[in-house]
């Protein structure tokens, strides 16, 4: 038995077609839809970033007890719990995050992982002379030293091929051919795309054409909204364009689980840590406002070749803490009594229900919960006492 974990970051599930959504182009996720099970009641946890990627290894809330940060000592990271029972586990990224203070214990959990530089900020090309700025930028405010980096970064992904995201799916592809004919391995294959800045290339940015001409902004700062909304619907233009390339990634994907034969022995997840805004509710980002749908309210996709469920709904509310319990349940793992979530085969057999509610926030922050029909949001009483790692 072998397991694929494609993971995205920032994938806002109202700009899926499988969710909804009419003017993004992207036929691999309806694809996938297709090939798999749809929820529509899966929630985040802990934000942001890395707080819920403890959750994807752990299977239990981070926000409550602590914020942004490592791995644990005392953690039980499901990767790691594979590979000591003898699962081959292997990790494919372009996420800075991991390489970084807050991060660094991640990566080795896996039994080898590979990391592809480049995406936002991440301090990869050395320039000693400031790189240029588009003459049509429009102002910001935070992440002066990233922005520049980023800047520096860009000038070395001229090409598609060059991007970190395709470089990262190009990687985790050669581990499926390399090891199509093995049996007993994870690989997660992790982007951090769609996350901003919504840098991509001309072949899918035309796809959005909105014959805009004002301030490009394609990296918002984590405010309210202060510019027009053409500005904003062109935001979100760069966004959709971004995802789009996503969905050419998943795509191959997809089309290699067709090539080596791989949908009767294979389980495959796609999902995300988050949502962002995009200028709704007035907002841009993910930190600082109310946990409202877009950012909590996940997308998820899975196939369970145990149950050959495709092309079918659930109903029945998750969250990014089953997802460890899953992928230890489905190689017959135990699941350690530390873990607050729970195994999805029932659920994915049969929309078998999971939890009456579940919990989400940041630490030192927003504390909600919700029953997947209504939700109650928690904010801090002061606006000093918000996190924003």
């Given amino acids: 038995m072998r397991a694929i974990f494609v993971l995205f970051d920032t994938l806002n599930r109202r700009f899926l077609p499988p969710y909804g959504a009419k003017d993004v182009v992207a ?3 309806a694809d996938l839809a297709g090939r798999s099970v749809t929820f529509d009641n899966a929630y985040g946890g ?9 959750e994807l290894h752990t299977g239990r809330h981070n926000f409550l007890h602590r914020g942004w940060g490592p791995l644990e000592p005392f953690d039980d990271s499901m990767p790691e719990l594979l590979s000591r029972a003898g699962v081959y586990t292997h990790l494919v990224t372009d996420h800075q995050h991991y390489w970084a203070d807050g991060g660094a214990t991640y990566h080795p959990r896996f ?8 995406q936002e900020g991440d301090e990869w090309k050395g320039h000693v002379a400031d790189p240029p700025v588009p003459d049509n930028q429009a102002p910001t405010v935070t992440n002066g030293d990233l922005r520049r980096q980023d800047r520096v970064n860009r000038l070395y992904m001229t090409s598609e091929a060059e991007h970190p995201q395709t470089r990262t799916f190009d990687a985790g592809l050669h581990f499926i051919r390399t090891n199509a004919d093995e049996d007993n391995w994870f690989l997660q294959i992790e982007t951090f795309d769609p996350h901003e800045p919504f840098f991509t290339y001309d072949d899918y940015r035309k796809l959005y054409d909105t014959a805009y001409d004002g301030p490009e902004l394609d990296w918002p700062d984590y405010v309210r909204v202060r510019e027009p909304q053409e500005t904003v619907d062109r ?9 789009t390339m996503c969905d050419h990634s998943l795509g191959r994907v997809l089309a290699a689980m067709d090539e080596h034969a791989m949908w009767d022995d294979t389980m495959l997840i796609v999902g995300t840590d988050h949502g962002f805004l995009l200028g709704e509710h007035d907002w841009w980002g993910k930190n600082t406002p109310p946990y409202f749908q877009e950012t909590i309210h996940l997308p998820l996709f899975v196939w369970d070749p145990r149950s ?10 998750v969250q990014t803490i089953d997802l460890a319990p899953t992928l230890l349940d ?3 793992q135990p699941v350690p009594p530390d873990m ?3 195994a999805l085969a029932h659920t994915v057999a049969c929309d078998a229900p999971v939890r009456e509610a579940g919990l989400f926030g940041i630490f030192n922050g927003h504390v909600n919960v919700t029953d997947g029909r209504w939700v109650y949001l928690r904010g801090p009483a002061t606006s000093h006492s918000r996190s924003t790692p």
């Fill in 111 to 118: 039994r080898t992982f590979e990391f592809f530089r480049g």
């Fill in 330 to 332: 489905y190689f017959g």
């Fill in 235 to 243: 935001t979100r233009s760069l966004y959709s364009a971004l995802l």
């Fill in 308 to 317: 050959r469920r495709s092309d079918e709904r659930r109903t029945s509310l």
């Fill in 340 to 342: 607050q979530g729970a």
């Fill in 27 to 29: 036929p691999h996720f």
């Fill in 46 to 54: 802990s934000m942001p970033c890395m707080p819920a990627r403890r």
